[in-house]
């Protein structure tokens, strides 16, 4: 997840707490040391208390695609001046073993998902739905509805990526489908046939050309730790069953 950290005309500087909250990482602020969930963004103790980051909308990829959609974006480096070297992962044998979970007990232990498995965790209001991995397959265009907001969420495996649109487009609702004759960096909405760039959610060719898909926040996770914070969530199933519960939701 992506915030912005400005609160209240202040912007603040966060660091690594050290401290854990339901298996998940807490930030501080130095300015008032006040403790941040960032699963939520919410302060949850000190003089923010209460207080909640604005999430900006973020997407999970490889530097190859994004460098592709973004030829200009300046990367951190990993050159600290410290001397150190960092070629080894230090988290690569707890993402392995998939009976490492966290150092506390689950909140909310839920069998629907294995604990380790990755989804895309999605909140909008008092909605919130997880979008497996393992249930997406090699390349997904998945049209959904959250609450009151159409929703397409994109994966593809073999890229790494995963990134949320509204799909709604000057008051009017589309459905994206793969655009088998431009590849999986191209889709296609079925009403006026636009094809669409998958990064970006830009209209590059057709009736809608110009226009662009607004981004929804998004958090890649373990499914442990965003069913601890979000014990409601609906899950998405596999592709036979997501088609019924599309057209269901399509037709509401």
Same mark, same amino acid.
């Given at each position: 997840?992506?915030?912005?950290?400005?609160?209240?005309?202040?912007?603040? &500087?966060?660091?690594?707490?050290?401290?854990?909250?339901?298996?998940?990482?807490?930030?501080?602020?130095?300015?008032?040391?006040?403790?941040?969930?960032?699963?939520?963004?919410?302060?949850?103790?000190?003089?923010?208390?209460?207080?909640?980051?604005?999430?900006?909308?973020?997407?999970?990829?490889?530097?190859?695609?994004?460098?592709?959609?973004?030829?200009?974006?300046?990367?951190?480096?990993?050159?600290?001046?410290?001397?150190? =070297?960092?070629?080894?992962?230090?988290?690569?044998?707890?993402?392995?073993?998939?009976?490492?979970?966290?150092?506390?007990?689950?909140?909310?232990?839920?069998?629907?998902?294995?604990?380790?498995?990755?989804?895309?965790?999605?909140?909008?209001? &008092?909605?919130?739905?997880?979008?497996?991995?393992?249930?997406?397959?090699?390349?997904?265009?998945?049209?959904?509805?959250?609450?009151?907001?159409?929703?397409?969420?994109?994966?593809?495996?073999?890229?790494?990526?995963?990134?949320?649109?509204? =799909?709604?487009?000057?008051? =009017?609702?589309?459905?994206?489908?793969?655009?088998?004759?431009?590849?999986?960096?191209?889709? =296609?909405?079925?009403?006026?046939?636009?094809?669409?760039?998958?990064?970006?959610?830009?209209?590059?060719?057709?009736?809608?050309?110009?226009?662009?898909?607004?981004?929804?926040?998004?958090?890649?996770?373990?499914?442990?730790?965003?069913?601890?914070?979000?014990? &409601?969530?609906?899950?998405?199933?596999?592709? &036979?069953?997501?088609?019924?519960?599309?057209?269901?939701?399509?037709?509401?």
């Amino acid at each position: 997840m992506v915030y912005s950290r400005n609160i209240d005309s202040e912007t603040l &500087e966060f660091g690594v707490s050290g401290k854990l909250l339901w298996n998940a990482l807490l930030m501080f602020d130095r300015q008032t040391h006040s403790l941040w969930t960032h699963i939520t963004g919410e302060a949850i103790s000190g003089k923010l208390k209460g207080k909640a980051l604005k999430e900006l909308p973020s997407t999970h990829t490889t530097w190859q695609e994004w460098k592709k959609a973004n030829p200009t974006t300046l990367i951190l480096s990993k050159d600290d001046g410290s001397g150190r =070297r960092y070629n080894k992962d230090p988290y690569e044998a707890y993402y392995q073993d998939p009976l490492k979970i966290g150092l506390t007990p689950q909140k909310h232990p839920d069998v629907r998902i294995p604990p380790k498995d990755q989804v895309v965790g999605i909140k909008l209001g &008092e909605e919130a739905k997880a979008f497996p991995f393992r249930y997406m397959g090699n390349f997904s265009i998945i049209n959904d509805r959250l609450g009151e907001v159409r929703i397409v969420v994109i994966y593809s495996k073999g890229r790494k990526t995963a990134i949320v649109f509204n =799909r709604t487009v000057d008051g =009017r609702d589309l459905s994206f489908e793969k655009a088998e004759d431009a590849g999986d960096s191209y889709m =296609r909405d079925k009403e006026t046939n636009t094809l669409w760039l998958v990064l970006t959610g830009e209209a590059v060719e057709g009736g809608l050309k110009g226009k662009n898909l607004q981004q929804i926040p998004i958090m890649v996770s373990f499914w442990f730790a965003w069913i601890d914070y979000f014990p &409601e969530t609906k899950v998405f199933q596999d592709a &036979e069953q997501s088609t019924q519960d599309n057209l269901q939701n399509l037709a509401r």
